[in-house]
């Protein structure tokens, strides 16, 4: 079955630091997707990258790449310059299913400070 | 373009009463997804609709919820009787469809207290 893993509970980084946050994944299927999705305290889901299996390259999206290392099954986020607006619960998500339905992990709760 | 929209926002009521939610997709999304978010965890998902029909209610409680989609567009979530272990963030979600590369695009969501 497959599961995503992340074991950082919380984090926290200086105001124009970069962070990462940890993810591994277990899946048997050789076609999936990796997100990552950000939830502030309002509460809505917010996309940020996406990891196709089959991508060669790590995917970035202004401030936000992706570390994708397909033979560890890890598919870390790293945010660079962090900002106050960054503080949030970050979730790690994969494709499963035939309907490729997402599975989350637990999320890590990141605190940026000033 | 519009979000998903959800309502309401919040809801408090009493084990063994009923509850149902709302949730309206972004225009010409066939895929929707109602998930279950209890407190500290990842969002888990109850039920995905591919148009008006159900293609994954592996994790609905069955006795308890129930959801439909009607005429492919709107949804609604059900819950008769609500138990305490209910109480938890219900999550709509809508996308273009189910290949692997489909962001799924999330409603603000309705907080459930159950009493």
């Known amino acids: 079955a497959q599961k995503i893993t992340q074991t950082q509970p919380g984090m926290f980084v200086q105001e124009k630091e970069a962070v990462t946050l940890d993810c591994t994944y277990d899946t048997s299927d050789q076609s999936y997707g990796l997100f990552w999705y950000k939830q502030p305290s309002s509460g809505e889901m917010i996309f940020l990258i996406y990891q196709g299996s089959y991508d060669e390259q790590n995917a970035t999206e202004g401030r936000y790449s992706l570390n994708f290392q397909k033979a560890r099954k890890s598919a870390n986020l790293v945010i660079s310059a962090s900002q106050l607006g960054d503080s949030a619960m970050y979730f790690c998500a994969m494709t499963a299913g035939g309907y490729n339905k997402l599975i989350f992990g637990a999320g890590t709760r990141l605190a940026v400070h000033p | 373009e519009a979000g998903v929209a959800q309502s309401p926002r919040y809801k408090i009521i009493e084990k063994r009463q009923s509850v149902a939610f709302w949730c309206n997709p972004i225009?010409?999304?066939?895929?929707l997804y109602w998930y279950q978010q209890i407190l500290g965890q990842g969002p888990k998902l109850l039920i995905q609709?591919?148009?008006?029909?159900?293609?994954?209610d592996s994790q609905l409680p069955k006795d308890r919820f129930s959801a439909e989609r009607l005429k492919g567009v709107d949804s609604t979530l059900k819950i008769q009787p609500a138990k305490l272990e209910d109480s938890a963030v219900y999550l709509c979600?809508?996308?273009?469809?189910?290949?692997?590369?489909?962001?799924?695009?999330f409603g603000p969501g309705t907080r459930l207290t159950v009493t």
């Open positions: 979600a809508s996308s273009l469809g189910t290949g692997i590369s489909y962001e799924q695009y």
């Open positions: 609709f591919q148009n008006n029909g159900v293609v994954d």
């Open positions: 225009s010409g999304h066939a895929t």
